[in-house]
Each structure stands twice: as C-alpha cells, then as structure tokens.
C-alpha cells in the first residue's frame, strides 16, 4: 500500500467584505520609493502621452518615464529653491518658479530656458499653464499678487492685487481662461476674471492650502486646514458643503481621470479618496511621511506623493485590456517628440506567421478504436515532512514543521497524525531545551486560537507531564512555562466573562419575548 500524505486541514477564512470601489484603488500597489535629498513640494503629470511626470524638490526638476520610473530629464538652472514644476498639455515645455521670485519656461529636451517672467519680488509657490490657452501662465506670489501671462510676449496680461496674504494655490478653469480660481493664507478664496481685472468672488475660510476646480467650473474645492469646502460658483460662492476626515492639514488636491474621485492628500500621512457625488471616503492610504503633494495620472494608472522627509512613491495599476487605446501610437504623443510612446506599447514581430489561431488546441495524434495506450504516472513529490513520516521518523518530522516559514495549519495537522500513529509521545521525548523552546514557542502562540486551542491544550498537558520532573533546569523553558500559564488563565478569565455577558443577554432577550 503506498503511502498517504498528510491532510492538511483547511480552515474557514473570516469573509473580508470589500466593496468594488476599495477593490479598484487595491489595485494601486507595489510602490516604488525614491529618495531625494530634499522635500518634494510639487508633482504634475503631462496631460499627453505618454504622461510622463515633473517632480520638483529643491533647486532641481526632474522628469520621470512613467514605465520605467526613471529621470529622463533634470532641470536644474534655479538661483533658489524651484518651485510648481508643471509640464505643458502638449509636452514640450516646463515652467517652474522659485524663491527669488523668478519664473521660468524650459524646453523639455534641451533644458534651454526659453523664457524668464521676473516681475515677482518674493518666492512663486504657483506656476502653471493655462489648461484652455497653451500661451498663457498662471504664477502665484507671496508677495500677495496673481499675475497672468503671455508667454509669446513676455508680458502680464494681468495682475490681481485682491489678496493680503501669501498666495499658496491657484487655477486657471479649463472651460474659460479668463477665470481663475486662488487661495491665500489670508483665509479667502477668490475668484478673477481677466477680462475685467477684479475679484468676482471672496469666501472667507481658514489660511488656504489648496484650491482645485472642478472641469466644468461650476464647483470649486478649497482645503484650509484639515477641512475641506465646496463652493458653488454660479450661485456666487455659496458654500455647499464642508467636511473634514483628516486629522491635520490637507496639502493637496487631485482628481482622477474622469474627475469623478477626489484624492486628498494630508500631514497626517493619509490620503483619502472621495466619491465627489456624495464627498463620502471610499478608501484609504497610508503613508510613511507626512504627504506634501499628489497628484494622479490622466490615464488612471499612477499615483504620485511627493513626502516632507523627500520620499517619492509612485503606486502602479495594471490596465485592463478594455481600457487600453486601440491605436499603439497617438498622433499626438508623435508630433510631441516623446518618443517613450514607443515602449508603452508592443511592435507586431514582422516576418513570424500564425500557425493556429487563438485559443484553439493544438490537434491530437488519435490511433485505433481498440488500440491499449500506456500513460506514464509522474510520481507525486513528498514533502519534507512525508518523507521523515514514511520512514517512521517521528521527532525530525516534528522539527520539520516547528520552522517559522511553516504556517500553523501544517504544524498541527502533522501533530494530528502523529497522535493518530499514536508517536506523539515518540516524538516529543528527549529534548533538551534547544529543541524544546520551538515546541512550547508554538503552544504559547496559538493556545488561545479558537482553530487549534483544542489541540494545543492537548500537547500542551502532555509536554507538562513529560518534563514537569527536569523543571528549574533551564532559565528559558521555565520561563515559556510561565508564559503558557498565563496565557491559560488569561484565556479562562475572557470565557468567564463571556458566559456572564451570554447570561445576561438570554434575560434580555427572555423578558423582550414576553412582553412581545
């Protein structure tokens, strides 16, 4: 008779219920961790493909590839600390600000400073270009002006001196770009208009970190502190709702691809995903560094934090085949020179042919109706523990499974067939300490687990009676002594209470069954 291996028992598993939503942003994983020696202040991802992503920390830009997570480009010509790093719709250009209140527009690929707009007197913490108008930049000032840019011209086509404060955050709308959205540490968020130069909207609100309009330009989000507001612009700024879930100050804001999630990122190391239809949080995700900025690529594949201790983590998503384009190359991403468009996308091989099509089996070799055919069996092999099993070697086959990468469920399923093979007592005899500790290392740990506390409460008596005579003799087998000890009475105390709160909800539940 050949020999049967060792049934491993399957526990049932506790159903862990994830809604489709927390199911989806799991799929953002593996990150990827980059240390910079500075703390990175901006991230902003090319609308185009193939969305490649500036990261600003210091007095250096650089461009990451977005498949290989690698800087393909630095831009380090800044007199100060840089500032926004933003990369235009098109691709082929970057403008970034800095502490002397400098700013600049390079060419992605020579790195050439194509343009320098020197007007602000203090640090630009906002520089970007205007999603409806590729010729015109936004920058922001702490010296409490928001001008906006004519980049062919090298001229400001406006200037809006309405706040007091420190202007952190600003936007143009991409639905019109004469309407342009900004937060100040003077607690007010404002809304311009360029065509007439003054201030269409004033909200009163904490010092603003943050501000972000909604594609159609309708609705604006501010973040002031660790609370966060939407303004309903056509009904001149009313505030529709706040809401708070982090426990310190929001940092950034980003939406997803299809505006219909919001990320906040926090110093509180969370960032937390809203559904924007209801503003409930639908995930969470934990951060090792207080998050300084985020930011999510167009086509929902990446997320990018930019940390206070100069971490930057990159989380990936596989694409379904469904969401990828048809077409391997954009006319767009060709006409822009990234030709890293290339490698997002595979070549068909030229010269091979198809022999078969997909998903049809290759074809069969059939004999005679009658013809005996002789299959040869792969013997199945043993593990470590069968073998010792087979060859009756009771206490090796127990040190096989008391190794820390063994999982419980195999310990004590070999445990059950040796108290079967009635060897258990073979195999825990004659241990000096060294091999001891493992064996009550193992009964301490799961005693209590309702799985195996059956089980352990049995070895566990058995082991006692063996070596209770040799106790005293070795300082860390009496000490794992005790430590089962406790962890027993500590086990007794919980079930005591258990029963007493059983006994009272049965009267609770007695007397609402009779007054019913």
């Known amino acids: 008779m050949d020999y049967q291996p060792v049934v491993i028992k399957r526990h049932a ?79 082929k250009l970057v403008v970034a600000g800095d502490d002397s209140g400098l700013v600049q527009v390079f060419d992605i690929n020579s790195r050439a400073i194509l343009r320098t707009l020197d007007s602000h007197k203090q640090p630009v913490h906002v520089s970007k270009f205007s999603a409806a108008n590729n010729t015109q930049i936004l920058s922001c000032s702490d010296d409490t002006t928001v001008k906006l840019w004519d980049v062919p011209s090298q001229s400001a086509i406006a200037t809006f001196t309405a706040h007091t404060d420190y202007v952190r955050s600003g936007q143009v709308a991409q639905a019109n770009a004469n309407l342009i959205l900004t937060g100040s540490y003077d607690a007010t968020v404002r809304l311009f208009d360029a065509r007439s130069g003054h201030c269409e909207m004033g909200s009163n609100a904490l010092p603003v970190e943050q501000v972000l309009l909604f594609p159609t330009g309708t609705v604006a989000l501010s973040a002031a502190g660790p609370i966060l507001r939407a303004w309903d612009l056509v009904a001149g700024g009313r505030c529709l709702r706040a809401f708070s879930n982090h426990q310190k100050t929001i940092t950034s804001l980003a939406f997803d691809g299809r505006a219909s999630r919001l990320l906040t990122g926090g110093l509180d190391h969370m960032v937390k995903v809203y559904d924007v239809s209801t503003y409930k949080v639908v995930h969470t995700m934990r951060y090792p560094a207080p998050v300084l900025c985020l930011d999510v690529s167009p086509d929902d594949t990446h997320i990018a934090a930019g940390m206070s201790d100069g971490t930057l983590s990159v989380r990936r998503r596989q694409p379904k085949a469904s969401e990828s384009s048809s077409e391997p190359f954009s006319l767009a991403s060709l006409r822009s020179g990234t030709f890293e468009s290339f490698l997002d996308s595979t070549l068909p091989s030229i010269g091979q042919g198809r022999f078969r099509e997909k998903g049809k089996a290759k074809a069969k070799p059939v004999g005679d109706f009658d013809e005996f055919k002789v299959e040869a069996r792969r013997k199945r092999k043993l593990r470590e523990y069968d073998r010792l099993l087979k060859n009756f070697k009771y206490s090796a086959a127990l040190d096989s499974v008391l190794r820390k990468q063994v999982p419980p469920t195999t310990a004590f399923s070999l445990i059950q067939e040796l108290v079967h093979r009635d060897g258990l007592r073979t195999a825990l005899a004659g241990r000096d300490d060294v091999l001891l500790e493992p064996v009550l290392q193992l009964l301490v740990k799961y005693i209590t687990d309702p799985r195996f506390g059956d089980l352990a409460s049995s070895v566990s008596g058995i082991v006692i009676d063996m070596y209770a005579p040799v106790l005293g003799q070795s300082p860390l087998i009496d000490a794992l002594f005790v430590r089962l000890r406790k962890k027993v009475e500590e086990e007794l105390r919980f079930q005591r209470e258990l029963f007493k709160v059983k006994g009272a909800l049965d009267m609770i539940f007695a007397s609402s069954a009779l007054s019913a």
């Not at 990827?32 to 990261?55: D, G, L, M, N, W």
């Open 13 to 91: 598993r506790p159903s862990a219920k994830r809604n489709p939503e927390s199911r989806y942003w799991r799929q953002f994983k593996h990150p990827v961790f980059v240390k910079e020696y500075a703390p990175i202040t901006s991230i902003h991802f090319s609308p185009s493909k193939p969305h490649r992503y500036a990261v600003t920390a210091a007095t250096r830009v650089q461009v990451y590839a977005p498949r290989t997570q690698k800087v393909t480009k630095t831009i380090s010509r800044f007199k100060d600390v840089a500032r926004s790093g933003c990369i235009r719709s098109d691709g």
